[in-house]
């Protein structure tokens, strides 16, 4: 693959190099992004805005945990991490498993994690 110089062809005209990120190829479906769709993403960047919920998604990209792993891993009160997993379970991002007396909380796909580590990472970067 040859490489592009600033004098390229124009965006969208033939001969165009293809960049094939997801961001790229949300963007040119533009007005076939239901309304919908938009306010489901809104929620759950919204379910994904707290610091403390942050925290507890790149805890359960390594392994399911249950909540007083939790609680001792990130060092917050058992009723916080609660009320923060229940947020998280209510938005889809979590799910939990019955395991006796404790429920086992993990991801409910690797999406959610990519979501979160990037935008760790593009916070990072900028410091």
């Known amino acids: 693959m040859g490489t592009v110089s600033s004098g390229a062809v124009p965006a969208g005209l033939p001969g165009e190099a293809e960049v094939h990120s997801p961001a790229r190829q949300l963007s040119s479906q533009g007005p076939t992004t239901s309304a919908k769709t938009l306010s489901d993403a809104g929620d759950l960047l919204r379910a994904l805005a707290a610091p403390v919920r942050i925290a507890i998604v790149l805890q359960l990209r390594d392994e399911d945990r249950c909540v007083h792993e939790l ?9 916080l991490i609660s009320q923060h997993l229940r947020v998280l379970k209510t938005a889809g991002v979590v ?17 959610l994690a990519h979501i979160v580590v990037d935008a760790v990472a593009h916070v990072q970067e900028g410091k």
């Open 71 to 79: 609680v001792d891993a990130l060092d917050v009160a058992q009723p």
């Open 95 to 111: 799910e939990g498993e019955r395991r006796g007396r404790e429920v086992v909380y993990r991801l409910v796909d690797d999406h």
